[in-house]
């Protein structure tokens, strides 16, 4: 079956230091890959997305992703976190159709 | 980027009204529309997808006749919770796919449904 794993609930950094959140996919080919971000109460914004080509992708707000095809992930980076980046992140999938799986959603917070 | 509006944002109602739920492409035209429950602290669910010129199609379990989806024109869709009953609050999300990017979810900022 197709899913998504996103295999930290919780995650809590200090501002200015590195993140990465973790995504691992389950599909017969490889999907089109997703990164959203929702703020408390909000919908989902589009962070970025792999179709095909380079497989480090650039996004808004500075972050990034790459896919490994051997490994089956797409983790989120960004290189010095802001306070305001503290939100819910999901990591999504489409397979043939165009049905998004999502993971669960990892929950970031920023020490200050 | 493409923008979608909701509206309401946040509803309250009592047990037993319906509630309509509007969804709007505001600068593009939508060639597939969806509609999501969240409950909280959980991820998303699919309840529905609606196709230009078709009937919305339901994911397994949800029951259309609760959840009437009306796919009115290009940038609106309504999803309207029927008789509603307190196990139906939840966050209600909708997004939109675009005709210039149809490989390309754009979500609604939600409707906060609160059923008394």
């Not at chain 1, 960004?78 to 990892?106: I, M, Q």
């Not at chain 2, 230009?52 to 290009?74: M, P």
Request: charged share 20%; with cysteine; glycine share 8%.
């Amino acid at each position: 079956a197709q899913s998504v794993t996103q295999p930290d609930i919780h995650i809590t950094v200090s501002e200015g230091a590195s993140l990465e959140l973790r995504c691992n996919y389950s599909y017969g080919a490889t999907p089109y890959l997703f990164w959203y971000v929702q703020s408390p109460g909000q919908g989902l914004q589009l962070l970025l997305k792999y179709f095909s080509g380079d497989t480090l992708v650039q996004g808004i707000k500075g972050f990034e992703a790459e896919f490994k095809r051997s490994q089956s992930s797409f983790n989120l980076r960004k290189p010095s976190v802001h306070w305001s980046d503290a939100a819910e992140y999901f990591c999504a999938a489409r397979g043939g159709g165009n049905k998004l799986t999502f993971g669960t959603g990892t929950q970031l917070k920023v020490e200050l | 980027g493409a923008v979608v509006s909701q509206h309401p944002s946040r509803v309250i109602c009592k047990s037993g009204t319906s509630v309509k739920i509007e969804c709007r492409s505001l600068d593009f035209q939508a060639t597939t529309m969806f509609w999501y429950r969240q409950f909280p602290k959980q991820s998303l669910m699919l309840m529905a997808t609606s196709n230009e010129g078709s009937k919305a199609t339901y994911e397994q379990g949800v029951e259309k006749d609760k959840f009437l989806i009306n796919h009115a024109s290009l940038t609106l869709s309504t999803l309207t919770v029927t008789s509603a009953h307190p196990e139906d609050s939840s966050f209600y999300i909708c997004s939109q796919s675009a005709r210039r990017d149809t490989d390309t979810q754009y979500f609604g900022p939600g409707t906060r449904l609160t059923v008394l």
